[in-house]
């Protein structure tokens, strides 16, 4: 068929009144947020928990009317890699026209994804992505609710100093600690931050580094035994955490204290090490919802909306602090009246909520790059087999309190 | 000197790790002529294999074995006369294709336990045995032990046995060993059934050692391949040696150096022995007879 000029002006028009009408009917339609995370490969387990907690929050808060009037839709966008997270942001945005982009349990993917989606003049919303450089680089379009790394690093540093050398009596200046971590960009940036507040704080200390794909670390185990230190604090993935704390056990490294920094926190090193030797172990993580309702007010009805939707426990910390963040994107949506980045980030840094306001503790307060600084990881403990928050004091479930220390 | 000690264990011990990962890796490499990349990916589904045996029917993973490695077995032997067969005569292809094969075995497990890791235990693992101030891990040391009796069985089934005998034939010349009335397609498929059996077998009994993942093969893959080398390509001895060779290194530079390094000392011994000693320590020079020569 052949078409003529005024047959191909016709069309063009149609075509333009028919976008014009879809745009008007999607601003009564839902809100639809981008969740791009790793649904599939060794990290869907994780990205998987954190967009389940988005979809909570999102029938949360569906249920109290939605956003601006208009419910909130989770659109999920799998993403295992840097480039797949580009990929992920294109199909969100140019198919199912998303309005606001989150994400992300890998900083790798939230580093391309926030940018691309900048591209598209999205807001990205992160939660839980943990690289300080995320936030160090001031795009305009990205906020983060969640804690970065350096909150993590300080957190064990304060446990270090409040927990383990209050309870072993000891000044900063007598403690000894050794920083053990992982060497990829992971491991080491917090690692570098603790090393700096360490040196602070006036805390001697030795450093050792080690390949997450190590087979072997006890020559790191051995290192740091021979170092004596009073607590050990570690920084790696699952698998070479697991690894670490069995070389331990076998040559009977037994610090007075051990940390682990961001893992070592569910059932794999459970599964892997047994309730008895972990016993005491300290895990700087996300608050869970075991923490005292005084600290994360709500933490107890997240787990009942959590029990009552999936019917069984959550299965890592990474979800409330997820939920939350997702909360804090609905009310900056809410305050500036709509999906706009410019707006939306305007009103983020606007918000100025104390401490101890949602489940997880966290306030609201962002710096000027857009990190919320009132978001802050909590120390816990292996306690019976189960994790349980321990400081700060006040986070701390009734009657729960440090075990174990020095471990025997 | 008490703590040189103790180093000088952890390495022996490591090295047994390495050995017991590499003698397969070598077999099929000297007889067939194909790097195998997915052997990693046979130690992990040796692991899955004693995880799946230990929460289907209680078993312990160092009884594992006496169903994984018959099914390995099969395994390889499917592998080699669907995948490797076809493409006789293609070496390099061969290889892309076990590098493909590495591909499907790693994201299919990683499809069915979604990235999350497993353990097993055994009533064997947590414990350590001391003499003086060396720690040796029960665990290490029965690894240590098995790496030992198969470098030691294989060489004598290789050397002593009739089916051992033919695939020496096999990986001297196939031509010759053809016209000798050897059926050498199937010396070939018994041999890669072998080096995954093998495999199966290492991936049982490292499973109360790690953490299993998915990608956990190919932690093992790389020094295994650096070990081969060392030892000599197609050396059952080499492969064993090389393995104490890996694994010393690796311990005593990672605790006199940096752990940061180990990697970097032991690939610097490696090169340091292929410009002293291009065969590797036990590989015949030139390679012909342990079956690098070019044959139709």
Known sequence: MKLTRRQFGGVVAGAAMMAGTRGSFAQGGPIKIGAINPYSGAMAQYGDEVTRCYELAADWVNGQGGVLGRQIQIVRGNATSAQEGIAAIEQLVGRDKVDILAGTYVTAISNAASESA???????????????????????????????????????????????????????KDLKAWVEHEDSAYGTSIATEQQRLLKEAGVGFGVGSHSARAIDVTDSILRAKNAAPDIWISTAYVVDT?????????????????????????????????KEYLEGIFVVSYPRPDVSEKYGPGAGA???????????????PQGMNAFVGMKMLFEAVKAAGGVD???VVKAAAAMDKPLGTYETGYGAKFDAKMQNTRALPVVAQWQGGLVKAVFPTEAAAEGVAVVNLPRA | MAEFLNILAIGLLLGGIYALVSVGLNLIFGVIRVVNFAQGEFVMLGMYGAFAAQTALRLDPYLAPVLVVPALFLLGCAVYWVLLRPLQGEPMMQVFAT??????????????????????????????????????PLARIIVLAAATVVAAGLGWWLRATMPGKAIRAVAQDRKAARLMGIPVERMYMVTFGVGAALAGLAGCLLSPLYSMSPQIGMNFIMPAFAVVVLGGLGSVRGAYVGGFIVGLTEALAGFYLDPALKHAVLFMVFIAVLIIRPSGLFGVAGAEEVGLREQS
């Open chain 2, 99 to 136: 590098f493909g094969l590495l591909m499907v075995l790693e994201n299919s497990v990683l499809a069915v336990t979604r990235g999350v890791s497993f353990s097993v235990g055994s009533v064997l693992s947590d414990t350590t045995i001391a003499i003086g101030p060396v720690q040796m």
């Open chain 1, 242 to 274: 697991n690894l670490l704390l069995r070389a331990a056990r076998d040559q009977g490294f037994k610090p007075a204290a051990m940390m682990l920094c961001g893992v070592g926190d569910t059932k794999e090193t459970l599964e892997a090490l047994g």
């Open chain 1, 118 to 172: 900048l591209n598209y003049g999205k807001l990205y919303w992160e939660t839980n992505a943990l690289a300080r450089d995320l936030t160090d680089r001031g795009l305009p379009n990205f906020v983060r609710s969640g804690p970065s790394s350096n909150e993590f690093a300080s957190r064990a540093v304060e446990g270090a100093l409040k927990i383990v050398a209050a309870k072993l009596g000891k000044q900063p």
């Open chain 1, 341 to 343: 980045y410019e707006k």
């Open chain 1, 302 to 316: 997240f787990l009942k909306l959590y029990r009552d939707k999936l019917g069984r426990d959550p299965i890592a």
